[in-house]
Nanobody
Framework: QVQLVESGGGLVQAGGSLRLSCAAS????????MGWFRQAPGKEREFVAV????????YCADSVKGRFTISRDNAKNTVYLQMNSLKPEDTAVYYC???????????????WGQGTQVTVSS
């Protein structure tokens, strides 16, 4: 069982930055690919970014490419999402997830955090 705890969300003005963190309670963190997803009110959950087990491969959704960066520190069992140039449409609850493979489909992840709210004001 892997427990994931997100932090770092909050209220920020458009154009601002936030860094989300997701801490994992497992001794085998490096065995998991890690993904970030988000869900806005009234919308379906959507993929944001994914990072491979070693951190050598990353992929971001087109909607955030060039603005968001995913990274991980396997020594700290933590994955990060650096979000720059935030827009009001980035407002959502952000979730981290752990799974065996670096995929974009949420169904490919076995463990999910409880989410952290990000609100971007215009």
């Amino acid at each position: 069982q892997v427990q994931l705890v997100e932090s770092g969300g909050g209220l920020v003005q458009a154009g601002g930055s936030l860094r989300l963190s997701c801490a994992a309670s497992t001794r085998t963190f490096s065995n998991y690919a890690m993904g970030w997803f988000r869900q806005a009110p009234g919308k379906e959950r959507e993929f944001v970014a994914v990072i491979g087990r070693s951190g050598g491969s990353t992929y971001c959704a087109d909607s955030v490419k060039g603005r968001f960066t995913i990274s991980r520190d396997n020594a700290k069992n933590t994955v990060y999402l650096q979000m720059n140039s935030l827009k009001p449409e980035d407002t959502a609850v952000y979730y981290c997830a752990a799974g065996p493979y670096a995929v974009v489909a949420g169904t490919g992840y076995n463990y999910w955090g409880q989410g952290t709210q990000v609100t971007v004001s215009s």
